[in-house]
């Protein structure tokens, strides 16, 4: 009986261990559990079904061994030799094997709950770690949408929403530009798109090379087949054909003059087939406001002056057309009683937009009408007439400086 008891206190004692141990280690590690829930669980149950099936191995074992022991007992009474010692002996061995098999595997399971955890509390780490980066670069993308946002609120609003250019810098500001770029090799006329600074929008102009230099042409007589007695909008705008007879525009005139200095060549041909030229050295037309009042001086050529004359002279004169009378004869209107308009005086001793005549006489002589320049003939209609403009500073030849 001693040794049943023995054997009995052993085993419960080891049972308690067991289960106290799994107890005291589920305390410790329920925290981290919670993050692993269903792992845990589990486990747990797996651990509880081997406990239940120990517990119920062990109870299986105490049902039967007391029989045994009493047996073994009756047995040592009734066999003083001792025999059946051995099997009690191989019983008790049995025993022990099954409570190290199950203690190796609760062992076992809990060194694997225990590396689950630790696996999970690595990758939470690296979550939070994860999650601190983040959280970083989000602040310096918030800073920066901030610092862009500022940025662009200060901007002039030319800086945000850049209008539109008319695209000035691809056109050239004259036919000397051309000229002076290359764009010009060769003598004859050229149609070439101008714009110039104030222009809103470029033209079309003709430009002829003369001297090494790209004049533009804002004039030009030659058959009488455009007609010239026209009113202020038609000279302001301008009119004809650029091929063959035409004025140019005032308005454009002024445009392309005012953009810097400008010189003034007039061609001209009598009815002889004779050609003279005019040259002045500045050439300028005011705005419409001004009525395009003609600035020129600096004359030199073969034509004689009949453009700024001391008696005469057509220099600060504004401009006329049969509609707007701006000359200085009080009692007439010089564009309606000639025909063209012009720079009037009163009237003019130059007058080249008047009527064409093919055999280069009036038909009255005190008429004077016709296409006019008074120091070539004051009485007689020239054939042809070409005015061009180009600037001055351009004009200077190496022997000139
Ligand atoms: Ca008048």
Redesign the pocket.
């Given at each position: 009986m001693e040794l049943k008891r023995t054997l009995q206190g052993t085993l419960l004692c080891l049972f308690i261990f067991l289960v106290y141990s799994e107890d005291t280690e589920t305390k410790s590690s329920r925290r981290r559990r919670c993050r692993c829930k269903k792992y845990i669980e589990k486990i747990s149950k797996d651990i509880d079904s081997r406990l239940q099936a120990f517990e119920s191995r062990f109870e299986q074992y105490l049902t039967h061994s007391p029989n045994a022991l009493s047996n073994v007992t009756s047995d040592l009474i009734l066999d003083q030799n001792g025999l059946k010692i051995d099997s009690l002996t191989v019983d008790m061995n049995k025993t022990r094997e099954i409570l190290q098999k199950e203690s190796y595997t609760l062992r076992q399971l809990k060194e694997n709950m225990y590396t689950q955890e630790m696996s999970v509390d690595s990758l939470t780490e690296n979550f939070k770690s994860l999650d601190f980066i983040v959280r970083n670069l989000t602040m310096v993308v918030e800073k920066l949408e901030t610092s862009m946002r500022n940025k662009i609120d200060k901007a002039p609003r030319t800086m945000r929403h850049k209008p539109k250019r008319n695209k000035p810098e691809l056109y050239p500001k004259d036919c000397d530009e051309v000229y002076q770029s290359g764009g010009m090799k060769y003598l004859g006329d050229y149609y070439i798109m101008v714009q110039p600074e104030k222009a809103k929008s470029p033209f079309k102009c003709v430009c002829k090379i003369i001297d090494g230099a790209g004049w533009t042409v804002i004039q030009r007589r030659q058959d009488g087949r455009e007609n010239f007695s026209r009113n202020w909008e038609d000279y302001k705008n301008g009119f004809g054909d650029l091929q063959n007879e035409f004025w140019l525009g005032n308005e454009k005139i002024h445009q392309l003059t005012t953009q810097g200095d400008y010189k003034l060549k007039i061609d001209m041909e009598d009815m002889d087939g004779k050609k003279w030229y005019a040259e002045y050295d500045r050439f300028q037309v005011s705005d419409e406001r001004d009525l395009y009042r003609l600035h020129v001086n600096g004359y030199h050529g073969t034509a004689g002056d009949s453009l700024t004359p001391y008696w005469r002279t057509h220099d600060g004169m504004p401009f006329?057309t049969r509609d707007r009378?701006?000359?200085?004869?009080?009692?007439?209107?010089?564009a309606e009683d000639y025909g063209g308009g012009w720079w009037?005086n009163?009237?003019y001793e130059s007058h080249l937009n008047g009527k064409y005549y093919h055999n280069g006489s009036h038909n009255d002589y005190f008429v004077r009408n016709g296409i006019q320049w008074n120091s070539i003939h004051a009485y007689s209609s020239l054939n042809f007439v070409e005015i061009m403009i180009k600037p001055t500073d351009n004009t200077k030849l190496p022997n000139d400086i």
């Open positions: 006329s009378d701006n000359d200085k004869r009080f009692y007439d209107n010089c009037y009163d009237c």
